[in-house]
């Protein structure tokens, strides 16, 4: 799977301190171990959003096109 943030998302992680632990849930995905970040689809279904765990305390939103995540929001989900 191909993960891709937009120029918002990655402004976020950066004033949040949140780099090591997003490229670490980037990798897991990546490499197809959705059980590490606890990748699932969001209710309605039919919107097609993903969401998956950064840390406890975070959650990133994506849209999911063919083999591709598109992350569009990061989200203290507390």
Do not use: C
Not at 52 to 58: D, H, L, N, S
């Amino acid at each position: 799977m191909i993960v891709k943030e937009n120029s918002k998302v990655v402004n976020y992680i950066k004033k949040r301190g949140l780099t090591s632990q997003y490229l670490k849930a980037k990798k897991n995905l990546v490499n197809g171990d959705y059980r590490a970040v606890d990748l699932k689809k969001r209710v309605p279904r039919k919107n097609n959003i993903w969401y998956f765990r950064i840390t406890k305390k975070y959650r990133a939103l994506a849209e999911k096109v063919g083999n591709t995540l598109y992350v569009f929001n990061i989200s203290d989900h507390q």
